[in-house]
């Protein structure tokens, strides 16, 4: 029972025991009063009696006596009247029935008030003439009686439906900072901070507010705290200082990660030899700030959010870009020059560009890291040897037999018009085997022919169809989840061009909405960039998400280096970190960045998923640092030892 019920209930309780004592009081008062009332009336009334027979007392005129009883006692309050004439014992007896009219039953059989019995004897002068018994009748003192409990019951009602109100109003008034009290220790539970509770007038709740409102804003304070280690730890190990881009260890896990996983694209590498000369000639000042505004020109011309920049020496740069083709690589590779050459402030045009570009297409066998590096080495090599357009190409998949751009659109969009995509799942599981969600993976089955997710996801993303490739996936997978209760929950990738596009989004939520059974079975998964570049967009999808109670995670946690204070304002189920973060776990620089990043979303609840893990050891060393999930073949292998 809640505190409201219990101290509504006894305040009730005693409130009711009050009002009964009183009514009590008053019934007995009224009945005592009914009592003497009655007695002094039977009184008067033989009185009245004696004097009214005392004449035919006298004259033994026994007619008139009895005219006289029978004008006196009819219609009053009597039960029974005896006259004993003591001349010659003769008796007028006159007795009327027991009924009182409008008196329930029950009431007069309560025998409230006693039956009283009045005698007297008429004398004139010493001579004794009758004895005269009179028996009350209680009718009127009853119907008095129950007009008077009628009356105090509807009074009594009334002021206790009165009392009712305004006891649970002011209980209410009063418990109110109570509830918010309660709602504000779950959500700092949830490690969600609000605004301070406002402070309400009660002086022993004043005491408890000012207490939680201090507990919330130190905790919030210590978790923010938190944060910020944990991004100033993530910088340290892998942001350059100068740049703001990444350094060479961040490079060198991205790189792991993208062959691991794909290695459709390309490299970039450029060197230029402006901020080579810019040190020697003018100092380290000037040469840190062309550094900056190099990076900064970088960063806006790379708008694909899959491209990511570093700086892995003075004046060396990489850009590796995922699922970019040839060309995508040449535009890059041309902007870059032209950023150069705006820096070089010769407006006669007439010095050569002070920077050399190699790119490198990734052949799409290629998992060596070491071969696409030396690839791009080489490009870099052949364009200093044409000083005036310093960009040169090596490209593997020259010779492949693979698809251009419209290829890829007409065979996806084939493949959603014949449903020629097959899923699988990969489940996402915690250390004791217990299941959180399973990933799904598609790929195109078109009579012999494979096509994996890497070999075509880039080209959804490029010929912007990710929003009808998701409302495709979304949808199968809510007819299998309806098909199969046992099936999930299950997690569906979101591309870039669905979450930045308002259609797609007003078909999600109206989808949630239509199924809201499925929700806690199905889990949208948003790369961080999107989170990162566009908050506003993604804010509309969460919060359908959070409206209809349906999971979200972020995919690639940890991977940008904005700040992780993103993780607070939407909440998410989970987090999939970065295969940058768990690649070399041997590294003890790694192992603390990805404790504190891992720390930071623990502390607010959400669950960090760890991608790719293959061995015991790898699965031992991440709980250790705070690493709830885990996903990858280890789990698959040991599903076949057991099967």
Not at 30 to 53: K, Y
């Amino acid at each position: 029972m809640t505190l409201y019920r219990q101290l509504f209930t006894w305040m009730l309780a005693i409130f009711f025991l009050l009002i009964l004592a009183v009514t009590g009081i008053e019934l007995n008062t009224t009945r005592n009063f009914l009592l003497t009332q009655q007695s002094a009336e039977v009184n008067n009334t033989i009185n009245s009696m004696g004097l009214a027979l005392a004449p035919y007392l006298e004259d033994d005129d026994k007619v008139a006596v009895e005219s006289v009883i029978n004008a006196l006692f009819d219609g009053g309050f009597y039960q029974e009247v005896r006259l004993k004439m003591l001349s010659d014992g003769s008796e007028i007896i006159r007795e009327y029935p027991i009924h009182v009219e409008g008196v329930p039953d029950w009431y007069t059989n309560l025998e409230l008030f006693p039956v009283i019995t009045e005698e007297r004897t008429f004398t004139s002068g010493w001579l004794q003439l009758a004895e005269v018994t009179v028996v009350s009748h209680p009718g009127y003192a009853y119907k008095e009686m129950w007009r008077s409990t009628i009356q105090l019951g509807v009074w009594i009602g009334i002021l206790f439906v009165i009392a009712m109100l305004i006891i649970a109003i002011q209980l209410s008034r009063s418990l109110r900072p109570l509830d918010t009290i309660t709602k504000r220790a779950k959500e700092i539970a949830r490690n969600k901070f609000g605004e301070p509770i406002p402070l309400p007038p009660t002086r022993e709740l004043k005491t408890v507010v000012r207490a939680i409102n201090q507990m919330s804003s130190q905790l919030e304070a210590y978790f923010e705290q938190q944060a910020k280690e944990a991004d100033r730890l993530r910088e340290h190990a892998y942001r350059d200082t100068v740049s703001g881009l990444g350094n060479r260890s961040f490079f060198v896990g991205q790189l792991k990660s993208w062959l691991a996983e794909s290695a459709v694209g390309g490299l970039v590498m450029v060197k230029v030899d402006l901020i080579t000369d810019t040190y020697r000639n003018q100092g380290f000042a000037q040469g840190d700030t062309i550094v900056g505004q190099f990076a900064k020109k970088l960063n806006t011309t790379l708008t694909d959010a899959d491209c990511t920049a570093s700086r892995i020496s003075k004046d060396e740069f990489v850009i590796l870009a995922p699922n970019s083709t040839g060309e995508d690589l040449q535009i890059i590779g041309e902007s870059i020059m032209a950023i150069v050459n705006d820096m070089q402030h010769d407006p006669m045009g007439i010095t050569p560009p002070k920077v050399a570009i190699g790119l490198a297409v990734n052949g799409s066998d290629n998992r060596d890291a070491s071969v696409l590096l030396a690839q791009a080495d080489n490009a870099l090599t052949q364009a200093r040897n044409t000083p005036n357009h310093p960009v040169s190409m090596i490209d593997q998949t020259a010779n492949d037999a693979s698809m251009g751009k419209q290829q890829w659109k007409s065979l996806i969009l084939d493949a959603m018009a014949h449903d020629w995509f097959k899923f699988k799942f990969q489940s996402a599981s915690s250390s004791d085997q217990a299941v959180i969600h399973q990933e799904v993976f598609s790929a195109i089955e078109k009579g012999e022919d494979y096509y994996g997710a890497a070999h075509f996801l880039g080209a959804v993303e490029q010929l912007e169809l990710g929003e009808s490739f998701d409302r495709y996936v979304v949808s199968h997978m809510i007819e299998r989840l309806g098909d199969d209760p046992n099936l999930g929950p299950i997690a569906i990738n979101l591309t870039q061009n669905s979450v930045t596009n308002a259609s797609f989004i007003r078909w999600l939520t109206t989808t949630m909405q239509k199924h809201r059974n499925m929700a806690g079975r199905l889990f949208f998964e948003i790369p961080e960039s999107v989170f990162v570049r566009f908050p506003d967009h993604v804010s509309l999808l969460t919060e359908a998400a959070h409206r209809f109670n349906f999971g979200f995670g972020v995919d690639n946690y940890g991977r940008n280096f904005q700040s992780l204070d993103y993780l607070n304002k939407f909440k998410p189920s989970y987090v999939k970190i970065d295969f940058a973060y768990t690649s070399n776990l041997d590294d003890e620089s790694q192992s603390h960045v990805l404790a504190s990043i891992c720390r930071t979303a623990h502390n607010l609840n959400i669950t960090t998923i760890a991608t790719r893990v293959e061995t015991e050891a790898q699965l031992n060393k991440l709980s250790e640092l705070f690493v709830n999930g885990f996903q990858g073949f280890i789990f698959e292998k040991k599903s076949e030892n057991h099967g």
